[in-house]
DNA sequence: TTTCAACTGACAGGTTTATGTCAGTTGAAG
DNA sequence: CTTCAACTGACATAAACCTGTCAGTTGAAA
C-alpha cells in the first residue's frame, strides 16, 4: 500500500491551492521525478482536478471540499444504489440504517434531521478503477426499465470480442463487479454478463414483452 | 487482475446452491488446490457466506441475492454517505442524481416512486479491503455530533504509535481513504488523521464547546 | 530562441504478490 | 479406525508491479 500512501500524500500536498513543481513534490516524498509524473497521471485518472502546466508546475483547479450533498425523492433510484453500498460497510451503525428501510420509506424526511447531518461534507473522487463500467449503467438501467432491447459488444475474460442483442433484466452489485443478468437472444437462454467486461451497450429499437420462459423470474441459477 | 477474477468465478460456481468440492473447483478454474483454499480464506474474510465442511466440501449458507433494500428518513446520514460515493460513479445519470439534491431534502418521498424503484436488486458483499477503518467511523461520528473527545491510538505511516486526546471535527472521504479532521490538545493544532491508520478509539467523558480558534471553521489547510 | 518544467517511452533492477508443491493435521461420517 | 476433503505452514519459483535512470519531446513564457 506504499503507493496508495504516496497517492494521498500527493493529494495532501496539493491541497493548499498553491503551485507545485515535480521535482519539490519528488523531494519531499522522497522518490524520483519520474514516480511523481506516473503518480499525477494516475490521479488524473481517477478524476482529481489537478492540472500541470509545462514550465509551471502543478495546481488543483479547484477547492477539493464540496459543498454538503443532501437527499431527494426524485433520485431514488441513486439512493437505492447508496444504500446498497453503504450496507456493505463494517460499520454497524451505518449497516442497520442501510437494513432497517424497507418498512418506511413512504414517511416525510423532516427538515430538522437534515441540519444535523450537515456535521460533514464529503469530498470524493472517484478512483479510475472502481468506475470502471460504470458508464454502461445509465443506458442499462435505462433499457430495463422501458423494456428495450440491447446491443452489447462483451470482451470475456479469454478476450474474445462477442456481439449479443440481449433483454436486460435485472443489474447486481457484487463488491467487486455489477453484473448484468439478461435473456441472450443468440444463445436463446440466461446470461449473467460483468458490466465491467462490456464494451459497448446499443439500445435498439425493439422492445420486449414479458414472454413465458424469458423473464427473470424464469431464471433459476441453480439449473 | 486475474485472482480478483478467479474470486468472481468462484462466486459464480458456489451461486448454485450445491455442494463443491475444492478439487473440483481448481480443476475448473485450472489452479491448484491449495490456490482455492487460499481464495476461499479471502472470500470469508470478504463477508461471503460460503462455508467449508472437511470431508464434504464447500456451499453457500444462504441465497445470495437480498431483498430490495429501500430507504428511510432517520437514515439521512448513511444516505449522506450514500449519495456521497453514488456521486462518485462515472455514471453521469447518477452522477447529476446525487449532486442535485441539496434543495429538495424537505419534500415527501411519494409511495409510487418506490415501485418503480424495485427494478434492481443488490447482492452485496464487503470486501476486506475496503472495509479497513470503518469500525471506527460510528464511535466517532458519535463523537462529533456529541462533541465529545477522544482519546486516539494512531499508528504513523512511518509505524510510530501515538496517542493524542482530539476534539473530533469533520470526517471527510477521499475516494481511497477516509480522513478525519480534529484539533489536537496535545499538539495544540488542528490535525487530519487517516481512519484506516487509528488502532484504537476510545470515547472520553469530557465534552468540548466551540472555542475560538478551535472549531473547524478556523482550519485554514492553506495556511 | 532559450529556459523551464511538464511529459513520454524504454529498459533494468528490485520488491511484492501469487502460485505450486509438499508434508502434514483436523473433524466428521461410515 | 479408515476415508474423505477441508485446512495449515513452509518453502521455492514465477509473475506482476513499482521505481529509478536515461534520453529524449513539447508548450508556454520571457
Not at 139 to 158: N, V
Amino acid at each position: 500500500m506504499r503507493r496508495t500512501d504516496r497517492l494521498f500524500d500527493i493529494i495532501q500536498i496539493l491541497r493548499d491551492g498553491k503551485l507545485h513543481r515535480a521535482q519539490d513534490i519528488a523531494d519531499r516524498l522522497e522518490v524520483s521525478v519520474r514516480t511523481i509524473y506516473r503518480d499525477m497521471d494516475t490521479l488524473v485518472a481517477s478524476g482529481v482536478p489537478v492540472e500541470g502546466e509545462r514550465g509551471v508546475g502543478y495546481m488543483v483547479r479547484e477547492q477539493i471540499t464540496l459543498p454538503p450533498l443532501n437527499l431527494t425523492p426524485a433520485e431514488l433510484e441513486a439512493l437505492n444504489l447508496g444504500m446498497a453500498i453503504v450496507a456493505e460497510a463494517a460499520d454497524p451503525d451505518l449497516k442497520s440504517a442501510a437494513e432497517s428501510l424497507a418498512d418506511k420509506i413512504d414517511a416525510v424526511l423532516p427538515t430538522q434531521v437534515v441540519a444535523e447531518a450537515e456535521a460533514w461534507k464529503f469530498a470524493v473522487y472517484p478512483f479510475a478503477d472502481a468506475a470502471r463500467g460504470l458508464a454502461h449503467m445509465a443506458p442499462i438501467r435505462a433499457a430495463i426499465k422501458s423494456r428495450q432491447k440491447l446491443h452489447l459488444a462483451y470482451r470475456r475474460i479469454d478476450g474474445t470480442l462477442t456481439n449479443r442483442t440481449i433483454r436486460p433484466l435485472h443489474m447486481e452489485y457484487w463488491g467487486r463487479v455489477w453484473t448484468l443478468t439478461a435473456w441472450c437472444e443468440l444463445r436463446a437462454g440466461f446470461r449473467v454478463f460483468r458490466i465491467d467486461l462490456i464494451e459497448a451497450v446499443t439500445p435498439l429499437p425493439e422492445l420486449f414483452t414479458d414472454e413465458p420462459g424469458k423473464r427473470l423470474s424464469d431464471y433459476d441459477p441453480h439449473s
